[in-house]
């Protein structure tokens, strides 16, 4: 607390994303946790909540005759103007949020605070709902050729891996050692996923120290030892994702690639997907394309093209496929990504930031695109994982290796997303997935082509917050409505079934029943609350204007803000889609001044056609 | 008949390929006078395949050996490539569809002789009859009447014989504002929009001139608009053309509304692109499509470059204009641009859409496109002699009706309960638009589908789409009466490439069936369930 130079800040103003000239007038809140905003009109008191550690920069622009603008930029994609009329108090925001979103201590982010009020037994549940051992033995291991290695115990060979790996059972000791010592940060190769249907196996691990002679043999040994490991296969693939020139260069360092002379039998392909710096910077300029204000079609196309982020997004498709069916817990949590550099949730070297896990989820959408029957969840899920892996929440995502999350007790402190989303998981699932689909055909065929033009912006994410933007309607919500109907439906049907039964029986005396009592209620509440929320007055400014982004706590918990109003019903981050219903009207008066100001025009004296001009600058 | 002329040889033994994923077939080929058919072997299934000669877009024939090939592309996008046995064969069978497939006369095309079974003629010919829009315009308001001046098509070639106007103005003002304006489009009510009072009308420009001609009766008639909407009223013209096309046009006779003699309603240019530019960027967009092997960058240079979503963009930003003038602001709108059978249908049809939940039914929709397409006199025979693939210069074709279709698909994305039609309906129309057995989309005009009898020795696609087996690929399980306006969003990242058009034949159909399926299982287990009460036997 002792970082908020000003609780509060009355009078300022929420800038309109879209219309500039719209403001909601309000007063600012700082808060050990959260920025919050509510606004004065006294019939919503809407509320915008912001998490501290969801900002990503925050700006100060030039004082103007209205105030003092403040630019924060979320990692969730939205993006909030305030204008806070005095200079000084803007200051001391600034200030604050500054120290506010860059906490130096795990302590404290927001995940060693929030308390959703579960007990101690249920918060432990939350953190066995993924248990690895059960993913290996779906995986049909531990088998004849791979075995689980202890070599790791107290994290003696490698501080980034996890203690329990599987490894090929030819694979000694004294190979897997020698072999973590030719690896950089001792990342050995170590199985991710195994295919049993045909022994196929992928195995990660970091680059050789291999300069540009050095041998070892004990990792070739153990690249063999994988090898062998499927009986069915003469060869392994080495993939490296790397550019080969970046490969190259690393060389002079003392790292480098595998030399195919030195290994036998193995393949050796470069994929080329380009490095962390690459890939923040293509986000950075992709998010500045999505916050132009009004784009033509032509700079929206060339903004995103030249970002190159697609092209990277298709380039890690390419290489990888299949890794968007290895579930996200075990790849990139257990293996030690490093969740804390590469999110920056605490204050670090930004150069170590990168949007790697945003790509990952970005191209599991993609594949949701072209597949649409092939996965259990929807995209709502995946962005609300996304919210999380910044939100700093849940411990999930917190640390950089299974090792330091061990240190800091996580699992003790905090609580693991993974219980609350399997809470919430009817709202997360995709009515059209097909059970059979996924056993019948198991792999996704993709087509062979390269078909660039299946590849999408993904303005359900990078434009989350512009609703306005967002289809108006929502044909997952419709489906699982229609669903959720028919089952209750059916289940009305069972019953009155067995009443009618017990009436006929008891038919010997009346010979009339009154069936109009046991008539179910025929109202479809689906199709009725979707004309209701649709016939509500459209909002001119509504869409666009700021979205509350609840925090996840609000509502049921949390006592520390006493905002909590009646309105507040607990729901996720902003997600809030039932609204959506509403058909918006798109403000195109930003793009011409036919909007209020179409009012009979004065010729001014000027030439007659003056007004046309105007018109024409759309 | 001049057909068995054309033909020079009418069987071969060939193989079709139909794309990557599709199976080859293999059969003897045949070419009739308005088809090309494959019939396989005897052994096999008696699995006709079929091709309308008039689908054919453009053909490419290669010799090699004493084989040929010929690659056919369609109207509809399609590639396909027929392996013939025998090079005298493959030259001949090429010339006789490059023939067949490009005559002009319109009473020997197929739709004169095409009788299914199970439609009667003339059947659905009286669906949408523009009589049947005024008795809705009717009940609404009495401010306007169903004029039949141009009974015999001599004030306006390219409007129907019955038009609807204010009623303050009679048939003499109506036939000297007709002289006023290009082609004798003199302004005609084209939407009434009741819950605002205010209309929607078309025209073709004003021919002032540069001597800045006047015409009292057309300045008369569009006071009567106003001053039948409400006391008050404003108006506002929408001009397609840019302000400086606009002035240019009337070194050319034609011109715009001066304001000063028209009080009440003022102008606004929103440039909307038409003619060959429009198939330009149809052309230049098929064709990156169509290509495999450029980089993810190339290919987002190459949509931007063909400028296809650009007009998209600008198409529904006008459309939203229009309808917001009317719905938010009270106002008439009158659109035009030079000709206005083009991208001014493509305004007031758009608009229509997004203010009348009525235009958004399957029987809506089809009125819609009968009314402000067909009968509005946009000259299809012109418009869609060509599709993408034609190696011809351009003379005037034009997609404007694909554009309306592409901004319609944009619409539904956004609004996906809000249409009662589907993808489905829309590919439909974008193929029967190009080449079609039925007579809906035959001719420039009312006037020349008259002489040519289509109405009384043709079918209508209408009677031909309204079909129960058609059904579940053209209707939108998800739709649920939306009584608002739906108002999309025109930003560039709500916009996207209408992929099951333009991708079509490039990716795999199945996941989208699929998930179309599913949608369909979903909805109608639900609608059993509802049906299924209990009944009590007494």
């Known amino acids: ?618 | 008949m001049e057909f068995s002329e054309l033909i020079r040889t009418d069987r071969a033994q060939a193989e079709l390929r139909r794309g990557p994923e599709a199976a080859p077939l293999r059969g003897t080929l045949c070419v009739t006078g308005h088809h090309l058919l494959l019939s396989p072997g005897p052994q096999s299934t008696p699995d006709l395949w079929l091709l309308l000669l008039r689908s054919v877009d453009s053909i490419e024939k290669r010799v090699a050996g004493d084989s040929g090939t010929i690659t056919l592309r369609c109207k509809d996008l399609r590639v396909l490539q027929l392996d013939i046995e025998g090079a005298e064969a493959t030259l001949d069978i090429a010339r006789s569809v490059e023939a067949l497939s490009s005559l002009e006369s319109v009473i020997t095309s197929f739709p004169f002789f095409y009788r299914p079974k199970g439609l009667r003629l003339g059947d659905a010919w009286h669906f949408h009859p523009p009589e049947r829009y005024y008795k809705r315009v009717a009940r609404e308001t009495n401010a306007w009447r169903l004029s039949e001046v141009n009974e015999d098509f001599s004030l306006c070639p390219s409007y129907p014989r019955a038009v609807i106007v204010p009623r303050a103005v009679d048939d003499d003002a109506l036939s000297r504002s007709a002289r006023f304006r290009q082609g004798g489009r003199f302004p005609v009510l084209s939407y009434h929009h009741a819950p605002s009072g205010t209309v929607l009308l078309r025209a073709s420009q004003p021919l002032s001139g540069p001597q800045k001609r006047r015409c009292v009766e057309d300045e008369e008639l569009l006071r009567a608009v106003l001053a039948g909407a409400r006391p008050g009223a404003r108006g506002i013209i929408v001009d397609t053309r840019s302000s400086h096309a606009a002035k240019q046009a009337r070194m050319t006779g034609g011109g715009t509304e001066a304001k000063a003699v028209y009080p009440g309603w003022k102008r606004l240019h929103r440039p909307l692109e038409r003619g060959r530019p429009l198939q330009e960027s149809f052309v230049c967009l098929v064709e990156a499509c169509g290509d495999k092997e450029q980089s993810m960058d190339r290919w987002l240079s190459r949509l931007q470059g063909c400028r296809w979503l650009a007009h998209v963009k600008e198409a529904l930003s006008t459309a939203c204009l229009a309808a917001q003038g009317m719905e938010r602001e009270g106002a008439c709108i009158l659109v035009h641009g030079a000709e206005g059978m083009d991208s001014t249908l493509l305004v007031t049809s758009l608009a229509q859409l997004i203010l009348d939940p009525l235009s958004r039914t399957m029987t809506g929709f089809q009125e819609l496109v009968e009314r402000e397409w067909i009968q509005a006199g946009h000259p299809f025979q012109l418009r869609c002699a060509h599709s993408a693939f034609s190696h011809a210069r351009p003379k005037h074709e034009a997609p404007t009706f694909l554009l309306f279709l592409d901004c319609v698909w944009q619409l539904g994305r956004q609004f996906p309960l809000s249409l009662e039609f589907g993808e489905g309906l829309l590919l439909a129309l974008f193929e029967h638009a190009y080449a079609s057995p039925f007579g809906t989309f035959l001719c420039n005009s009312e006037k020349e589908r008259c002489l040519c009898e289509v109405r009384t020795r043709t079918h209508s696609l209408w009677s031909g789409l309204n079909q129960p087996k058609e059904q579940r690929k053209l209707w939108n399980p998800l739709y649920v009466l939306n009584p608002l306006a739906i108002w999309p969003s025109v930003e560039p990242q709500s916009l996207r490439l209408w992929q099951g058009l333009f991708l079509r034949w490039t990716r795999p159909p199945e996941p989208a069936e699929e998930a179309w399926e599913k949608v369909w299982q979903i909805v109608t287990e639900s609608q059993k369930t509802e049906g299924s009460q209990p009944t009590v036997s007494a």
């Open chain 1, 1 to 618: 607390m002792e970082h908020i130079r000003t609780p509060k800040v009355e009078n300022v103003r929420l800038v309109d994303r879209v219309s500039s000239k719209k403001a909601a007038l309000g007063t600012l809140y700082l808060t050990a946790t959260h920025v919050i905003f509510v606004e004065n009109a006294p019939d919503t008191r809407k509320e915008t909540w912001i998490l501290h550690s969801q900002i990503s920069t925050i700006e100060k622009q030039a004082t103007t005759a209205t105030g003092c603008p403040l630019l924060i930029r979320c990692k969730n994609f939205q993006i909030i103007q305030f204008i806070i009329p005095q200079e000084r108090d803007c200051h001391d925001v600034y200030i604050s949020l500054i120290r506010l979103a860059r906490p130096v201590k795990y302590e404290e982010l927001y995940c060693f605070s929030f308390n959703p009020k579960l007990d101690k037994e249920e918060r432990e549940q939350g953190w066995m709902l993924i248990d690895l051992s059960e993913e290996y033995k779906r995986m049909g291991l531990p088998n004849n050729y791979w075995q689980l290695s202890d070599v790791n115990r107290d994290y003696r060979v490698c501080d980034s891996y996890p203690t329990e790996l599987y490894v090929p059972k030819s694979a000694t000791a004294h190979i897997i050692v020698g072999s973590s010592k030719f690896r950089s940060r001792r990342r050995f190769p170590a199985l991710s996923y195994y295919y049993k249907d045909n022994h196929a196996s992928i195995c990660r691990s970091s680059q050789p120290l291999s300069g540009f002679s050095a041998r070892c043999l004990e990792d070739e040994q153990m690249l063999q030892a994988i090898r062998k490991a499927n009986p069915g296969s003469d060869f392994i693939y080495v993939v490296d994702t790397r550019p080969k020139l970046n490969a190259m260069a690393n060389r002079a360092a003392g790292k480098g690639y595998e030399n195919e002379d030195n290994y036998s039998n193995i393949k050796f392909q470069f994929i080329g997907i380009e490095n962390i710096h690459v890939m923040r910077n293509s986000l950075q300029k992709m998010l500045e394309v999505c916050e132009l204000k009004s784009p033509s079609m032509s700079d929206f196309l060339w903004g995103l093209e030249n970002s190159g982020w697609l092209r990277h997004i298709k380039a890690i498709m390419d290489a990888g496929i299949f890794i968007a069916k290895v579930l996200v817990e075990k790849d990139w949590i257990s293996f030690g990504h490093k969740f804390n550099h590469r999110y920056g949730n605490l204050d670090g070297d930004p150069k170590e930031i990168s949007p790697v896990i945003d790509q990952f989820i970005e191209c599991v959408w993609q594949l949701m695109e072209q597949f649409p029957c092939a996965f259990e969840f929807s995209e709502r899920f995946l962005i609300h994982i996304q919210h999380h892996i910044y939100s700093c929440q849940f411990g999930n995502f917190l640390c950089n290796s299974q090792k330091e999350r061990q240190e800091l007790k996580i699992q003790e402190r905090t609580y693991s997303l993974w219980a609350h989303l399997w809470k919430n998981r009817a709202d997360y699932l995709n009515p059209l997935f097909r059970a059979d689909h996924s056993q019948m055909q198991g792999t996704l065929h993709l087509p062979t082509a390269p078909c660039n033009f299946m590849y999408k912006f993904w303005s359900g994410m990078y434009n989350r917050f512009e609703k306005g933007m967002q289809p108006r309607q929502s044909v997952t919500d419709y489906l699982m409505a229609v669903k959720e109907e028919t089952q209750q439906l059916e289940e009305e049907l069972e019953a009155l079934e067995e009443r009618l039964e017990k009436i006929q029986k008891v038919q010997l005396n009346h010979t009339k029943v009154k069936s109009k009592q046991s008539e179910p209620s025929k109202q479809s509440g689906f199709s009725t609350s979707d004309n209701s929320t649709a016939n509500t007055p459209q909002d001119y400014s509504g869409n666009m204007k700021s979205f509350p982004s609840r925090s996840p706590s609000q509502g049921d918990e949390d006592s520390a803000l006493i905002l909590t109003q009646d309105n507040l019903k607990s729901s996720d981050p902003d997600l809030s889609a039932n609204s959506d219903q509403e058909s918006g009207v798109e403000d195109l008066s930003c793009r011409s001044p036919s909007g209020g100001e179409c009012a009979p025009s004065e010729d001014s004296g000027k030439d007659r056609d003056s007004d046309e001009a105007v018109f024409l600058t759309a």
